[in-house]
């Protein structure tokens, strides 16, 4: 059973720092694109950044403030979240693809998902 299990979401002022993990299980993601995307209420599911085997890609609102890296060797995805705008709240999950090797931006192209993890910026 393939499980994406995230963590390290909370509560945290305007202009401080998170990181996000993602621990993935079930089977291998080494080589597949990850995700993560968030959702704020009344909005919908929105890509925030992407990594494959060697690249990263960004949504422009978290660029040179967010940063996604994995640990094949750990099965983690981290998102490194810095400069934290009250913007940046909503829950933030964790996709991965089961084939493929393209980070891609639409919530129906990825396969599995996390249950996600709130994260709340106050002003």
């Known amino acids: 059973q393939v499980q994406l299990v995230e963590s390290g979401g909370g509560l945290v002022q305007a202009g401080g720092s998170l990181r996000l993990s993602c621990l993935t299980s079930g089977r291998t993601f080494d080589r597949r694109p990850m995700g993560w995307f968030r959702q704020s209420p009344g909005k919908g599911r929105e890509f925030v950044a992407g990594?494959?085997?060697?690249?990263?890609y960004y949504t422009t609102s978290v660029k040179g403030r967010f940063t996604i890296s994995r640990d094949n060797a750990k099965n983690t995805v981290y998102l490194q979240m810095k400069s934290l705008k009250p913007e940046d709240t909503a829950v933030y999950y964790c996709?991965?693809?089961?084939?493929?090797?393209?980070?891609?931006?639409?919530?129906?192209?990825?396969?599995?998902w996390g249950q996600g993890t709130q994260v709340t910026v106050s002003s």
């Open positions: 990594i494959t085997w060697g690249d990263t």
């Open positions: 996709a991965a693809k089961s084939a493929g090797l393209i980070v891609t931006t639409t919530r129906s192209s990825y396969d599995y």
